[in-house]
């Protein structure tokens, strides 16, 4: 493999394109044109000192073992399966394009805009770190985003663009209070629960509004959205803090929740505003085909925030055959039974569910036919 290698270079650069590797091995390199543009299409390797302004785009990984300072510069990432393995890295903008995976290994400190316009970022878990030093990350989407901690620093609102390996579920913290606090989020799925959690690295963190988006097709969610709620705690099996929702809404499969409450806790996860007032559930034990009520012709289950999951509602007839059975709580409330036909005149419904609580219920009555 072809390098370029540098023992101490000091220059004004304009425009290069390398189609090899570039080693810095020593010494002291000085890009100073906020106008001049490199693009290393192969690795970008520093073992002494670099000062860089203008713009690096790279194909290749990065690996800075000494000093690089690219506070006033931009780095684009242009290739598949990119690496930045650095002690510490200071860049002014880090734009992550042409998709495939960019993984950081070490420190990286962005002081402006961290630009997600394709590829997702893993941050390596024993060592990465990407922070955000009074800097905001745009474009993320679901094919864009941060797998693994991000951090900002400083107060005010603040945009995490995290998800795991599968799914985007970005987080704002809005007016974030404290004194000179550093914060991070990162994302984890618990089975189908989704966890946020927030880290404080640095200075004191005093609390903010929280908002979390995430997708979902859990009948229960969508649902009940105006049930839900965010909820947090010390640890991930103790969220039992309810801090509300001020607003909660959806677009396509996604759902959007803003917390009512600020909170420093250190996890967040989603859950439903218990009302036990309101859950009840009814099974009519009469039905007829001569009722003027088009309701009493039939056997349909009726009640309040009923849980879609783990439901089951079915019919015997008297000697125990079941004539009906179904685990949609959909067609239960909305179609129900009945059958006419039949010369049997007694029967018995079984019913076994939840509410969108958790708490469940269990009943078994003799429906008559008149």
Not at 38 to 58: A, D, W, Y
Not at 113 to 121: E, P
Not at 142 to 166: C, L, T, W
Not at 341 to 361: D, E, H, M
């Amino acid at each position: 493999m072809s390098s370029f290698i540098s023992t101490i270079l000091f220059c004004v650069i304009f425009f290069a394109n390398l189609q090899a590797q570039f080693v810095v091995q020593d010494g002291t390199m000085n890009v100073d044109q906020p106008n001049a543009v490199i693009s290393v299409n192969q690795s970008f390797n520093n073992n002494g000192n670099i000062k860089q302004r203008g713009t690096l785009v790279l194909g290749g990984d990065l690996s800075n073992l000494q000093n690089f300072d690219a506070s006033e510069a931009t780095i684009i990432l242009n290739g598949e399966n990119q690496k930045i393995q650095s002690n510490k890295l200071s860049v002014q903008n880090l734009i992550i394009n042409n998709g495939h995976i960019k993984t950081i290994e070490g420190e990286v400190e962005i002081t402006n805009v961290l630009q997600l316009n394709d590829g997702k970022v893993i941050i390596n878990q024993e060592d990465g770190q990407i922070t955000l030093e009074n800097g905001v990350a745009v474009y993320a989407n679901e094919n864009s985003y941060v797998i693994g901690n991000i951090f900002h620093r400083g107060i005010g609102d603040k945009f995490f663009p995290v998800g795991d390996q599968n799914t985007y579920a970005p987080v704002t913290l809005y007016d974030l209070e404290g004194e000179t606090p550093t914060v991070g989020i990162a994302y984890s799925l618990k089975g189908k629960q989704p966890y946020w959690r927030q880290i404080e690295k640095e200075g004191t963190y005093n609390g903010a509004l929280v908002e979390v988006s995430f997708p979902s097709q859990d009948e229960d969610q969508i649902y009940y959205q105006d049930y839900l709620q965010l909820k947090a705690g010390l640890n991930q099996n103790a969220t039992d803090t309810s801090l509300g929702a001020s607003s909660v809404y959806t677009t396509s499969n996604n759902i959007s929740i803003t917390s009512k409450e600020k909170t420093n806790l250190s996890w967040l996860t989603i859950g439903f505003i218990a009302n036990e007032a309101m859950e009840r559930v009814y099974v009519p034990t009469a039905f007829s085909s001569q009722a003027s009520n088009v309701e009493d012709q039939v056997i349909k289950v009726y009640g309040n925030l009923i849980s879609f999951r783990n439901f089951h509602f079915g019919i015997q007839d008297a000697w125990g055959k079941w004539v009906y059975e179904t685990n949609s709580l959909e067609k239960a409330m909305g179609e129900g039974w009945f059958d006419y036909s039949s010369s049997n005149n007694t029967y018995r419904y079984v019913l076994s569910g939840s509410y969108i609580s958790g708490a469940s219920f269990q009943q078994s009555d003799v429906i008559m036919r008149f």
